[in-house]
């Protein structure tokens, strides 16, 4: 059943008044500053309105009512308490400009966390202010560009990214005003060291890796990576897009790079909210601390006792600058905060474990099944890849076709048609928080869709049925723009 | 083991079935060398009955505090009814809407936001949100620059009225395309119109207003906005979306309207929560929708013939364009735009409208109470619901004098605007009761009767 607009439930002159001031007080603002008409927006009750955006919510599928094995997203369970704990209220009354004596309590959180996050990390320092892992390559980028003309290297301009990078990696270097430079993968999986040998030189500023990679595997040469790019001069970044396959394994400041980003709202839990808000907290070595975005929570000791304050372009004045209005996503921030402390330095090597022990066992479980895996030789990292272009060449059943057909079946789908180097692919991601049954149910499901691929493959071109709409028309969306609802009677659409 | 649901019979069932002797073995290929078996800098496990006991101990530390601080970030009343549909694990725990079918309640919600959007800025197209006002304001800089093609010189125009640190992000966001910000001075609080004479003849490719100021006061946007498009400049607003249930919307301005708006939706039943997770807005022409950064809905049917929602224009965005994309944003704010829609929706046009007005009053109650103090004046009006208070001694002894008793007296310009010598950027809004203005009308003067004057 379909749900109606809220515009089409509303009806002129109803309001849920108990939420504005009853009595309008004069004013004497000039007319020309005034709006003539009211803005179009919905006259609902309470409960109008309540059960509206219930039904919608029940429209979607999410971590608390699907498997959502979306690859690179890390969908993992969202602990209540995180939320809950997040949301007291002097927490959300605190205003961000408020004096640091009413902010103690907040800045003691923010102070440990950035301690934590630098030390999950093998870095020297962070800065929590990013508000998104793009967001994070942004500040990681311009941290790059800032060391580099802080030595007087202004040409170096071209950020290296592997072909199977996110799209964010090659956007922010535009962003940044510096050129991506993409290079091939081998074979197996890891970089085509050759192809990066010919790439660096006195005009690379420095290079973006995942890794493991979006590959799903982990790169095993990246210390000598690391030294092919630092001996021409460059920087290493690291998006942590994939920390989850390896918290508490390995660290990226081992491994030789200078700069990173953690998406928190992956590795550290925090809601994915129906598309934000993210977290990009970025950590960096020493090398590039005086670079870091402000404002950072520093700590005095003031007549014996601890205090917390903020660092601003005073105490940073090599600082990228600023990248939001006040500190970024606080609230987000407490929820990782809180997420570290219940997992604890025992739980956090937990989530790669677990995280890896789920994806190795959904892998070989579909490879039983009779599905090929990108890189059976290797071992997954927390994601793997299966490759359906040869069920796509008998049947004409293709990857979108599966991801529908899974929905039926009551599974998100996993990441689609990336990376884009391997053909009608799924990039898996099963989370440490799932149990084996859901794991085995969905091996199960893929193998059912695949064996009507071959009896029925209509049946399959059919799904989604049990979703709320079915097959929508994206061409349609495109040539037929139709992006806010306008009134019947309103001539100007 | 916390959100860990295995048993020990799973694991080893699970080993079995890959082959391998322990979990330890599935990290094989991470160089021995850089493998770590433990994390010293992070502390035991607490359970969730001792993290409940830090956090809530934490938050008291931090509780109790009476704000007349605004500045970019307002304390308004939020429903009840906002935040428990809004954290509704289908909400909270979905991710971006990629397999439309199965987000047809994210779509569908983003789809009626741009609409209530578009009705409060009186343009054509909003997106789906950006991270903040400062990054939405950022990116319209950067979308200006794009779309307007008349122009070849990166420079954008942007009023000294425009709130400090969102020109300082911008800074931060744009320099590495060589784009420059070049200031219009203020006369009496609002841009000043008569100082645009000096940019005649000169290349920008826009023109950036706050509305109201980072002052407080109310531009006349008209003027302004002719200038600049006689001149073949774009025009931006950023505007307190709040302050458009009263004011003129940016699509109105001058002969032809704005050409984008942006801004904080911060007002729109988010709160202060230590600034942020707040979202960005952004809005604009028909005509420029193709350059707009973010994620955008839009309305089709399925194959049934029915209304479903769908991202569309993705052709825009880094996951297809990669180093050609509009923005590298991807992850945007969607949450805060769940709670923002719900919010509108509960308010409707008349709700914001009452909304705002009692801003206005209660900070006019502020300002006139202030004004009968000795060595205090308001600077400029008309202004919405922030005034400026000049003084005759630092500011900053009013705002430690009034900490101490647990009011936040207000925002400190001497740094940002020294032109105003000692100034101090009052709010008060409905949240405020005449009691709160009272008492703070109290202890300011208080303060002023036992500090030096300057």
Redesign the interface.
């Given at each position: 059943m379909?749900?109606p607009?809220?515009?089409e439930i509303s009806q002129r002159g109803r309001?849920?008044?108990s939420?504005?001031?009853?009595d309008?007080?004069?004013?004497d603002?000039?007319a020309?500053?005034?709006?003539?008409d009211?803005?179009?927006?919905?006259?609902?009750s309470?409960l109008q309105?309540?059960r509206?955006?219930?039904?919608?919510?029940?429209?979607?599928?999410?971590?608390?009512?699907e498997f959502?094995p979306?690859g690179s997203?890390t969908?993992?369970?969202?602990?209540k308490?995180c939320?809950r704990?997040a949301?007291?209220?002097?927490?959300?009354?605190?205003?961000?400009?408020?004096?640091v004596?009413?902010?103690?309590?907040?800045l003691?959180?923010m102070y440990e966390l950035q301690?934590?996050l630098?030390?999950?990390t093998?870095m020297a320092a962070t800065s929590l202010t990013p508000?998104?892992?793009?967001?994070g390559?942004?500040a990681g980028v311009?941290m790059i560009?800032a060391y580099h003309d802080a030595n007087g290297d202004h040409e170096r301009r071209e950020i290296i990214v592997p072909d199977a990078a996110?799209?964010?990696n090659?956007?922010?270097?535009?962003?940044?005003?510096?050129?991506?430079v993409e290079i091939p993968t081998g074979a197996d999986g890891d970089i085509d060291m050759d192809a990066l040998r010919d790439a660096v030189g006195p005009q690379t500023a420095g290079i973006m890796l995942t890794n493991p990679s979006t590959l799903g595997?982990?790169e095993?040469k990246?210390?000598e990576v690391a030294k092919i790019v630092h001996d021409a001069g460059g920087l290493l970044y690291y998006d942590g897009a994939n920390l989850n396959a390896?918290l508490?394994?390995?660290?990226p400041g081992?491994?030789g790079f200078d700069v990173m980003h953690l998406n928190l709202?992956k590795t550290f839990s925090t809601?994915?909210?129906?598309?934000?808000?993210?977290s990009g907290a970025v950590c960096v070595n020493e090398r590039l601390e005086p670079f870091l975005?402000i404002p950072v929570v520093g700590k005095k000791i003031v007549d014996g006792e601890d205090r917390y304050v903020w660092l601003t372009e005073a105490d940073r004045p090599r600082s990228?600058?600023?990248?939001?209005?006040?500190?970024?996503?606080?609230?987000?921030l407490l929820r990782a905060y809180?997420y570290?402390?219940?997992?604890?330095?025992?739980?956090?090597?937990?989530v790669?474990?677990?995280a890896?022990?789920?994806a190795?066992?959904l892998m070989?479980?579909l490879a039983d099944l009779g599905f090929d895996v990108a890189f059976p030789e290797?071992?997954a990292s927390h994601e793997f890849i299966v490759s359906l272009k040869a069920i796509t060449s008998e049947t004409g059943i293709t990857a979108m076709d599966f991801?529908?057909a899974l929905?039926d079946r009551g599974f998100?789908?996993p990441t689609t048609y990336?990376p884009l180097l391997i053909p009608e692919c799924l990039l898996i991601e099963p989370t440490?928080?799932?149990?084996?049954q859901d794991l085995d149910a969905f091996a199960n499901a893929l193998a059912e869709i695949r064996d009507l691929a071959r009896s029925d493959p209509d049946a399959v071109k059919a799904a989604?049925m049990t979703?709320?709409?079915?097959?929508?028309?994206?061409v349609?969306?495109?040539r037929?723009?139709?992006?806010?609802?306008r009134p019947a009677d309103d001539a100007s659409q | 083991?916390?959100?860990?649901?295995?048993t020990d019979k799973?694991?080893a069932?699970?080993?079995a079935?890959?082959?391998?002797s322990s979990?330890e073995d599935?990290?094989?290929?991470?160089?021995v060398?850089?493998?770590?078996d433990?994390?010293?800098?992070?502390?035991?496990?607490?359970?969730?009955a001792e993290?409940?006991r830090?956090?809530?101990?934490?938050?008291?530390?931090?509780?109790?505090?009476v704000?007349f601080?605004g500045?970019?970030?307002y304390?308004h009343?939020i429903?009840a009814?906002v935040?428990?549909?809004?954290?509704?694990?289908?909400?909270?725990?979905?991710?971006?809407?990629y397999?439309?079918?199965?987000?047809?309640?994210?779509l569908?919600?983003i789809?009626?936001y741009?609409?209530?959007m578009?009705?409060?800025t009186?343009l054509?197209?909003?997106n789906?949100?950006l991270?903040?006002?400062?990054?939405a304001f950022a990116e319209a800089c950067l979308m200006a620059v794009r779309a307007n093609r008349k122009s070849k010189s990166g420079r954008v125009l942007v009023s000294r009225g425009v709130?400090p640190?969102?020109r300082?992000?911008t800074?931060?966001?744009i320099?590495?395309?060589?784009i420059e910000l070049v200031e219009i001075p203020l006369r009496d609080g609002r841009t000043d119109v008569d100082a645009l004479a000096q940019f005649d003849g000169q290349d920008f490719a826009a023109l950036c207003l706050q509305q109201p100021t980072f002052l407080g006061t109310?531009e006349?946007a008209?003027a302004i906005t002719d200038w600049a498009h006689e001149r073949n400049i774009l025009v931006i607003g950023s505007c307190n979306p709040l302050s458009?249930?009263?004011?003129?919307?940016p699509g109105?301005w001058g002969e032809n309207g704005a050409d984008i708006a942006c801004g904080?939706g911060q007002p729109l039943g988010i709160?202060?929560?230590?600034?942020?997770?707040?979202?960005g807005y952004m809005v604009c022409r028909t005509q420029l929708?193709r350059q707009m950064p973010g994620?955008?809905?839009?309305?089709?049917?399925?194959?049934?013939g029915?209304?479903?929602?769908?991202l569309?224009?993705q052709?825009r965005?880094?996951?297809?364009?990669?180093?050609?994309?509009t923005?590298?944003?991807?992850?945007?704010?969607?949450?805060?735009v769940?709670a923002a829609?719900?919010h509108?929706?509960?308010?409707?046009?008349?709700?914001?409208?009452?909304?705002a007005?009692?801003c206005?009053?209660n900070t006019?109650m502020l300002a006139d109470a202030l004004a009968k103090i000795d060595g205090v004046s308001i600077a400029f009006g008309?202004y919405f619901h922030e005034a400026v208070v000049q003084l005759d001694r630092p500011a900053q002894s009013i705002?430690e004098a009034l900490?101490s008793q647990?009011i936040?007296a207000g925002?400190d310009l001497s740094a940002h605007y020294p032109e105003l010598g000692s100034a101090l950027l009052v709010c008060a809004t409905?949240a405020r009761t005449s009691d709160d203005i009272g008492a703070y009308v109290a202890a300011f003067e208080d303060a002023m009767k036992k500090s030096q004057a300057a």
């Open positions: 379909s749900e607009l809220i515009f309001r849920a008044p939420h504005a001031p009853s309008v007080p004069e004013h603002l000039p020309d500053l005034l709006r003539e009211p803005p179009l927006l919905p006259e609902v309470e309105v309540v509206h955006f219930t039904r919608l919510s029940q429209r979607n599928f999410s971590i608390d009512t959502y979306l997203c969908m993992k369970y969202n602990p308490a939320n704990l949301m007291l209220p002097e927490f959300l009354e605190r205003h961000p400009l408020g004096a004596e009413h902010g103690q309590g907040f003691e959180c301690d934590m630098a030390a999950v093998g508000m998104a892992g793009a967001q390559e942004f311009a560009r996110h799209g964010t090659p956007a922010t270097a535009t962003m940044c005003g510096c050129v991506a595997v982990f095993r990246i210390t390896i508490g394994r390995a660290f081992d491994m709202h809601p994915h909210g129906g598309g934000g808000p993210g975005p990228i600058g600023r990248l939001s209005a006040f500190m970024g996503n606080a609230g987000i809180i570290m402390r219940i997992l604890g330095r025992e739980g956090m090597r937990r790669s474990e677990f890896t022990l789920n190795n066992y070989k479980r290797r071992r991801a529908k929905l998100h789908a990336f440490e928080t799932e149990a084996r989604p979703t709320p709409v079915r097959r929508l028309d994206d349609r969306a495109a037929h723009l139709d992006l806010a609802w | 083991m916390p959100y860990i649901p295995h799973d694991v069932e699970m080993l079935g890959i082959g391998a979990t599935l990290f094989d290929e991470i160089p060398g850089l493998r770590v433990d994390l010293p800098g992070v502390p035991e496990a607490l359970t969730e993290i409940t830090l956090m809530r101990r934490r938050a008291r530390r931090d509780g109790e505090v704000s601080l500045a970019g970030a304390e009343y429903p009814a935040w428990d549909v809004a954290t509704r694990g289908e909400f909270y725990s979905a991710y971006t809407p397999q439309a079918e199965a987000s047809q309640g994210t569908q919600l789809y009626e741009q609409t209530m578009t009705g409060l009186g054509d197209v909003s789906a949100s991270y903040d006002g400062a990054t709130n640190i969102y300082s992000v800074d931060a966001i320099k590495g395309q060589g109310i006349e008209d458009l249930a009263l004011l003129k919307a109105d904080e709160p202060l929560s230590s600034g942020g997770p707040y979202f929708q994620r955008i809905v839009g309305g089709t049917l399925d194959i049934e029915r209304v479903g929602y769908t569309t224009l052709a965005e880094q996951h297809i364009r990669r180093s050609k994309a923005s590298n944003i991807c992850t945007n704010q969607g949450l805060m769940t829609t719900i509108m929706s509960l308010l409707g046009a008349e709700g914001l409208r009452r909304v007005l009692a206005h009053a006019r008309p705002i900490g647990k936040l925002y409905e």
